[in-house]
C-alpha cells in the first residue's frame, strides 16, 4: 500500500516536469525498497509488477511521460496486491496519505537546492495528503472501528493522537510554505519528515481497528 502510494505520488510530479531525473529515481528507490519488504511476505504478481516498472521508471527517469507511465503501472500493481486482501476503500485512502507525504518529504529536498521552484507542488501533494487522511478517519468512523472498548480502546487512542498530530503537521507544513524564502522550505521539509512517521502510526493503528485481516494491509 505504501509502495503503491509513493509510486502514484510520482505520477503527477514526472507530469509536472518541474524537477530533473534525481528525484524520478530516488522516488523509484524509495518505492522499491518498501515494495522489497513486501514481496519478502507476500509474493504475488501485482507487486512483482510494481517492482519491475520502478526499475523502469528509474531507466527512463530523464524522460518525464514514460517515467510517469512506469510510476502508473507500478502504482496499479501495488494497488491490486493489496487490494486482493480486502478493504478496497481504506487501501486507497491509505495510500493517498503515505504516498503523499513520502512524496512530499522527497520532493522537498528539491527545494532546498533551488529556491525557486514553484511551492505549489508541495502544496498540492501537502493537500492530498490531507484529503487522504480525513476520508481515513472519516471511514474508520462509519465502520464503528473507534468503539473505545477493551483493547481498542487505546489503539483507538492512539490512531485519534496520530491522526491529529500528522493534520497538525501538514498543517505546519501548509503555512511554512507561505514564508518566503529559504527557510520557509527547510521548515517545510522538516515537518514533512515528523509527518511521515507520524502517519505511519496512524494507519497502522487505524488498520488494525478494523480486523485482523486490515492491520496485515501495511506489512504486506
Do not use: C
Request: net charge neutral.
Amino acid at each position: 500500500m505504501w509502495a503503491a502510494g509513493i509510486a502514484a505520488g510520482a505520477v503527477p510530479v514526472a507530469m509536472w516536469q518541474i524537477v530533473g531525473p534525481g528525484f524520478h529515481r530516488l522516488a523509484a528507490g524509495s518505492a522499491a525498497l518498501i515494495g522489497a519488504g513486501a514481496l519478502v511476505f507476500d509474493a504475488k504478481p501485482g507487486t512483482i509488477i510494481g517492482l519491475v516498472f520502478l526499475v523502469a521508471a528509474a531507466a527512463v527517469a530523464d524522460r518525464p511521460g514514460w517515467a510517469a507511465t512506469a510510476f502508473a503501472v507500478s502504482a496499479a500493481g501495488f494497488f491490486v496486491s493489496a487490494l486482493s486482501h480486502g478493504n478496497g476503500i481504506l487501501t486507497i485512502t491509505g495510500a493517498v496519505t503515505l504516498g503523499a507525504v513520502t512524496d512530499e518529504m522527497l520532493l522537498g529536498h528539491w527545494y532546498l537546492v533551488d529556491p525557486r521552484l514553484p511551492r505549489w507542488a508541495l502544496k498540492s501533494l501537502d493537500g492530498a495528503a490531507a484529503l487522504g487522511l480525513i476520508a481515513d478517519a472519516g471511514l474508520l468512523v462509519q465502520r464503528g472501528a473507534l468503539t473505545w472498548e477493551s483493547e481498542a480502546f487505546v489503539v483507538g487512542w492512539a490512531f485519534v493522537g496520530l491522526a491529529l498530530m500528522t493534520a497538525l503537521l501538514l498543517v505546519g507544513v501548509w503555512f511554512a510554505l507561505r514564508e518566503r524564502g529559504y527557510n520557509g522550505v527547510m521548515a517545510a521539509t522538516g515537518l514533512s519528515y515528523l509527518a511521515v512517521l507520524t502517519v505511519i502510526g496512524a494507519t497502522i493503528s487505524g488498520r488494525s481497528l478494523v480486523g485482523h485481516e486490515s492491520s496485515g494491509l501495511l506489512s504486506r
